[in-house]
């Protein structure tokens, strides 16, 4: 079973008449849509009742749930009263994801900030250690914590550095943006083995079942000096990558991810055509 949904709302959701998160779920299952990945990238902003209102829509309507936390967190900072807000952020969303039923939740690790990247991922360690004893604490540690790949080079959270941070607990998995991927390469990926080759590591330093369901993200994305610039949608194909070597590497390593579109606006629209390109694939594979 492969997942796809958006990250947040469509513009078209609202230009339809929505107004409410809480509509979301049966409005993705009628467009033939299954995962939906609600944004608290800017706090946690929403009250425990409509929370609990999303999360009953998702059961109802057959739809995986994750929560993306705050932008905020930043596990690498020198600062500790920053480091301990990370911790709170992360507690809060997943206070939140409990409420809401929610099964993952997605963060970002942090900057290297004049760091040198070693040292900006031992002291993300060491946050990230901290967080996970708290987590144990409140009970909340059977909601799984996704740290991203994020897109730009002043950013803590290339492949290698958030499978580090994943082999911390076995609760961790990572979310693999590979449209941050593409921008960190300057425009490299693009094969089928370039994408195998990513899920395969993932598979040697985690574990097969964590590769099996792996979190992905992905939309195109502009490329610049430092990395990643903009977020842009399918049909905007000046930019990469494409999604069709990665369908045909999930098929050809029998895996079940979650796949999130974050093109800009049309979010929902270019996860349904994520979906109908890697049924195309499947069927030439039959």
Not at 44 to 55: F, P, Q, S, Y
Not at 103 to 111: A, S
Not at 172 to 186: K, M, N, Y
């Amino acid at each position: 079973m492969i997942w796809f949904g958006p990250a947040g709302n469509s513009k078209s959701f609202y230009e339809q008449g929505y107004k409410h998160s809480w509509q979301m779920p049966q409005w993705l299952r009628e467009q033939g849509l299954n995962a939906y990945e609600y944004q608290c990238s800017k706090g946690i902003l929403l009250k425990e009742e409509t929370a609990a209102r999303i999360g009953e829509e998702c059961r109802e309507n057959n739809i995986r749930l994750s929560i993306h936390a705050p932008y905020y967190i930043n596990l690498s900072s020198t600062e500790k009263k920053k480091r301990e807000r990370s911790i709170e952020y992360i507690l809060d969303t997943l206070r939140i994801a409990k409420v809401m039923g929610a099964e993952r939740i997605i963060m970002h690790p942090g900057y290297v900030s004049g760091l040198s990247r070693d040292t900006a991922l031992e002291i993300a360690k060491d946050t990230l250690i901290s967080a996970l004893a708290e987590v144990r604490a409140e009970k909340l540690d059977h909601i799984t914590i996704c740290p991203e790949v994020l897109g730009k080079h002043s950013q803590l959270g290339n492949i290698f550095e958030v499978v580090e941070l994943c082999s911390l607990d076995d609760n961790l998995i990572p979310c693999i943006d590979f449209g941050h991927v593409h921008a960190l390469t300057r425009g490299g990926l693009k094969t089928r083995k370039e994408y195998m080759d990513i899920l395969k590591f993932v598979g040697q330093e985690l574990g097969e079942e964590r590769m099996r369901v792996v979190h992905m993200h992905f939309s195109r994305v502009e490329v610049g000096k430092g990395g990643e610039k903009k977020h842009w949608t399918l049909a905007d194909t000046q930019y990469g990558p494409e999604f069709t070597p990665l369908a045909e590497a999930i098929l050809e390593l029998g895996i079940e991810p979650i796949i999130i579109s974050e093109s800009r606006d049309v979010m929902t629209e270019d996860a349904l055509t994520l979906k109908k390109m890697y049924e195309a694939a499947a069927d030439q594979n039959l």
